[in-house]
C-alpha cells in the first residue's frame, strides 16, 4: 500500500533535547515518542498511571535499547495534573501535545458535561503546558547568564 518509511535517513540534531509527550504510553503518542527516541532525544513518557507509564518505557526500551526514556505518571485533564507534571519537569526542549480524548457517540447524545470534559483534556491540557513551558522559556531568555 505505502512505502516502508527508511529509519534514520536524517539527524534532526536532538541528541541531549528533554521532550515531554502528553498522552505517550499508547498509539501516535508513543510512536512520536519513539522517533524522538532514535533520534537521539531524552524522551519523557506521559500517561495517567504509574502502571502503563512503566509499560510505555519497557516498549521503547526494547525497540530503542540505548535511548534515554523517563516517564511522570500525571493525569493532565486536570489543572493538578499539569502542575504536578511542570513540577517535575521544569524545562523541556520539545512539547508535543498529544493527549486526547474522544467518545463514540452521536452529536445530539453528547452532553454538556462531557463537551467540558473534552475541553478541558484536548484543549486545556495542551494550553496549560504551553503556557507554563513557554513562561520558563521567556525567564531564560529574559535574563542574561
Known sequence: MFPAIKQDIMDLNLKDKTALISGSTAGIGLAIAERLAREGARVIINGRTEKRVAFAIHELHSKVPNATIEGIPADLGHKKGCAALVRRLREVDILVNNLGIFEPKSFED????????????????????????????????AVPP
Open 110 to 141: 453528547i452532553a454538556d458535561d462531557d463537551w467540558l470534559r473534552f475541553f478541558e483534556v484536548n484543549v486545556l491540557s495542551g494550553v496549560r503546558l504551553s503556557r507554563a513551558y513557554l513562561a520558563t522559556d521567556e525567564v531564560a531568555t
